[in-house]
């Protein structure tokens, strides 16, 4: 999947290229400022100011949209997918469809259905497809729930592995262990009863800031080709002096 040739032929044409990001709350990410998919546009903004020579018309024509949905489900996703994602014409999608699925007990062939559906739909319409397994977290009873689920994202990319519109992220091979414990500091405001969390509790489900740094990090990497240094940016936004982080 060339995404670099088409996103600067676009841009270059003065054409819009579009993105949107479709899956439940670590997609929104609505908590936490900048979340992974604001991070990604202003890198590919940045990097295709380099590439081109020109700052406005990436600034112009890369666009966004998250259409996160808090607490939906592979079903929840399938049924909005036309509203949210269609409706939009996106050129690519960022897709994460069962990260909640485990905690509402579906069962994993009707998760695997539900997603191939999705995936279809936007395959039919020469839509690329960005499809990334559940992020995964620090605790380790968590990871054991959601495991199956992994498994069969990864069962439904082997199938459209040849698909040249479609690209799998493993974030459970890729995000490191050692880089877990850092991701997930936030504070549980209150009890959630469908995944068993308590007021006071560290949220081992919604990762914080430096979370979304080390998620933008491995996309831009694996979809882009684009080296990005989650540390050094995350210094940078803590300087009122800088404009513009540095990756």
């Known amino acids: 999947m060339n995404i670099i040739k088409e996103i600067e032929k676009k841009i270059k044409k ?6 949107v990001f479709y899956g439940a709350s670590t997609t929104v990410v609505a908590y936490s ?12 903004r940045e990097k295709f100011e380099e590439i081109i020579g020109d ?4 600034y112009w024509f890369i666009q966004s949209f998250n ?38 007990n579906f069962k994993v062939e ?21 499809f990334t397994a559940s992020i995964p977290s620090s605790s380790e009873s968590r990871n054991n729930k959601i495991n199956n689920f992994v498994e069969n994202d990864r069962n439904i990319a082997s199938e459209y592995k040849d698909n040249s519109n479609f690209l799998f ?47 933008a990090s491995v996309l831009l990497k694996e979809c882009f080709g684009i080296e990005f240094n989650a540390d050094k940016f995350m210094k940078d936004i803590k300087d009122d002096t800088r404009k513009n982080p540095r990756f």
């Open 67 to 104: 259409g996160g949905l808090d607490g939906a489900s592979s079903k929840d996703l399938l049924i909005n997918l036309e509203r949210f994602v269609i409706k939009e014409n996106p050129n690519l999608v960022f897709l994460s469809a069962s990260k909640n699925d485990a905690y509402y």
């Open 169 to 215: 992220v493993d974030f459970f091979k890729l995000i490191k262990k050692k880089y877990r414990g850092k991701m997930y500091t936030l504070i549980q405001e209150s009890n959630e009863k469908i995944t068993n969390s308590k007021q006071g509790d560290i949220d081992t489900i919604h990762f914080n800031k430096y979370g979304n740094a080390v998620i």
């Open 55 to 58: 700052w406005k018309a990436p």
């Open 33 to 44: 400022f900048p979340n992974w998919a604001e991070i990604m546009k202003y890198v590919l």
């Open 14 to 19: 003065e054409d819009i290229f579009k993105i």
């Open 110 to 130: 009707e998760t695997k259905k539900n997603t191939k559906q999705i995936i279809e739909k936007l395959l039919k319409r020469k839509i690329r497809i960005i």
